[in-house]
């Protein structure tokens, strides 16, 4: 074998340090993209969660209609979402949504401000083992909501919710926790529903505790889940002989859905 020669090896040397550095460049901007990605981004499903309420995790990008402000699936998105086996329909007249608020009150001390509607739409999907799908959802009317007070109503409607810009409370359903089979009359399931919750033109992804039972065509459960009112940039309510006011938020669900035709 030949000996390099002074300018042979000068070259050599060269491509070595031009691919380490090459190598090095890779790396860095690998690296960087790591960083500057969001850590929801990365994580396709939330953690296993242990009680209700709004996670850190983003908002999930679902193959199904849009959400208050989020842009409509595309065509290869809606095809790839799963088609139900079975479809229940929510029967607003035997279903009821709920806020639930602790207040104190001139001359009255602590209280629960409570409101609810009936005024609800939605549908819960099934694959054909009979387990939940992405994409069941439900929306309530908020412009309907009453509690025993017209004057917390009204505020409601008119500042804290600002119903006229935003009616509607929407939640889609991405992925149910702490279900192993089948919902049945036998017993009564619990688990935990994940899922998109968009309320005052604002989404987060939340956590219900929920059960629920199926006998034959009639699927019956309920669900709770609470979040602080600036997770959804809601202004407390200050009105009349309002003295103090919890910003933290209970939300409670009772369903009532028929297997659709």
């Not at 604002?202 to 309920?222: Q, R």
Request: glycine share 6%; net charge negative.
């Amino acid at each position: 074998m030949n000996p390099l020669t002074p300018n042979q090896t000068g070259s050599s040397s060269r491509r070595r340090t031009k691919v380490l550095i090459l190598s090095a460049l890779a790396f860095l901007i690998a690296f960087s993209t790591s960083l500057g990605r969001p850590t929801a981004a990365r994580e396709a499903t939330p953690a296993p969660v242990t009680e209700a309420g709004v996670l850190e995790a983003a908002p999930s990008t679902l193959p199904c209609a849009a959400v208050g402000n989020a842009p409509a699936p595309t065509a290869a998105a809606t095809e790839a979402a799963e088609t139900p086996a079975m479809a229940f329909a929510i029967v607003a007249n035997e279903s009821e949504a709920r806020y639930r608020a602790q207040e104190e009150l001139a001359g009255r001390g602590a209280t629960e401000a409570v409101g609810s509607t009936n005024a609800m739409i939605g549908q819960i999907l099934f694959d054909g083992a009979g387990m939940p799908l992405a994409c069941s959802r439900f929306d309530v009317d908020l412009r309907t909501l009453t509690s025993d007070e017209a004057r917390r109503d009204n505020y409601l409607y008119n500042n804290t919710l600002e119903t006229q810009q935003y009616p509607l409370a929407t939640f889609v359903l991405t992925e149910v926790q702490g279900l192993s089979a089948p919902l049945d009359d036998e017993q009564e399931a619990t688990f935990f529903l994940i899922g998109n919750l968009t309320v005052h033109g604002v989404t987060k992804l939340v956590a219900w505790e929920a059960k629920a039972t199926l006998d034959g065509d009639t699927l019956k459960g309920s669900a709770a889940t609470t979040f602080d009112m600036p997770d959804f940039n809601i202004e407390p309510p200050v009105i009349g002989p309002v003295v103090s006011l919890d910003e933290t938020v209970k939300l409670e669900v009772d369903i009532t859905a028929g297997r659709a035709a």
